[in-house]
């Protein structure tokens, strides 16, 4: 299965840790997307990423709030400093690079629980 | 400032029905319409699109709808099945930042047997 994968699918931090959310676009896509779900809420756009480049961050809390996505590996939505607002299930999307109207497709979603 | 709008939190419909579920928009430079489908614990997943140079497309048993000038669209799910039952979110994107979906809040579809 090609899809989207996202790791851990559960992450339950204490405040005042940090978070790391793991994603591995589909294969063929280098474009990846990130979203955040509060409850009862639809998905809010976070961060738009090429390998190794920010495209759009303009969702993305200003501070604890950053994202990669290196050359080689998965992209990394790190959370520093986590406070309890800050839980919500955070899912990756990607896309193939080259088409005006992207389809984006997503993986399962990391479910962070900040205690 | 909530740009894409499911008016309807629920929805329920009879197996073998139809379904229809809706979704209003505000911003006028919006240009691709999805639709997506989510179980519990799970993401969501794609269903289909329509172009804003289109109003209707088709596949299988989804079909969107699509009035510009209105500023709404709809997907009708001909005949619901029991496992359609999930939350269906509209999104859009367009006006320069064409990567960027704007979600509804989603609408719970509950197919009964």
């Known amino acids: 299965n090609a899809g989207v994968m996202q790791n851990p699918r559960h992450l339950v931090r204490r405040r005042g840790q940090e978070a790391r959310l793991r994603c591995s676009p589909m294969?063929?896509?280098?474009?990846v997307y990130w979203y955040r779900q509060l409850p009862e809420e639809g998905l809010k756009f976070m961060v738009y990423?090429?390998?190794?480049?920010?495209?759009?961050e303009s969702g993305m809390p200003k501070e604890r709030f950053s994202a990669e996505f290196p050359k080689e590996g998965p992209s990394i939505l790190r959370i520093q400093q986590v406070v309890r607002g800050d839980s919500a299930a955070y899912f990756c999307?990607?896309?193939?690079?080259?088409?005006?109207?992207?389809?984006?497709?997503f993986g399962p979603g990391t479910r962070l629980l900040v205690l | 400032d909530q740009q894409v709008k499911q008016n309807s939190p629920s929805l329920s419909v009879q197996e073998g029905r139809i379904s229809i579920l809706n979704c209003d928009y505000t911003?006028?430079?919006?240009?691709?319409f999805l639709w997506y489908k989510k179980y519990p614990a799970e993401g969501p997943t794609f269903l289909i699109s329509?172009?804003?140079?289109?109003d209707k497309n088709e596949d299988g048993r989804f079909t969107v709808f699509l009035n510009k000038s209105a500023k709404h669209l709809s997907l009708h799910i001909v005949p619901s099945q029991p496992g359609d039952s999930a939350v269906y979110f509209c999104?859009?994107?367009?006006?320069?930042?064409?990567?960027?979906?704007?979600f509804g809040k989603g609408t719970l579809l509950t197919v009964n047997p």
């Open positions: 911003n006028s430079m919006f240009d691709y």
């Open positions: 999104a859009a994107s367009g006006g320069g930042s064409n990567y960027k979906l704007t």
């Open positions: 990423l090429q390998k190794e480049n920010i495209i759009d």
């Open positions: 329509i172009s804003s140079i289109k």
């Open positions: 999307a990607s896309s193939i690079p080259g088409t005006y109207q992207e389809t984006q497709y």
């Open positions: 294969k063929g896509h280098s474009h």
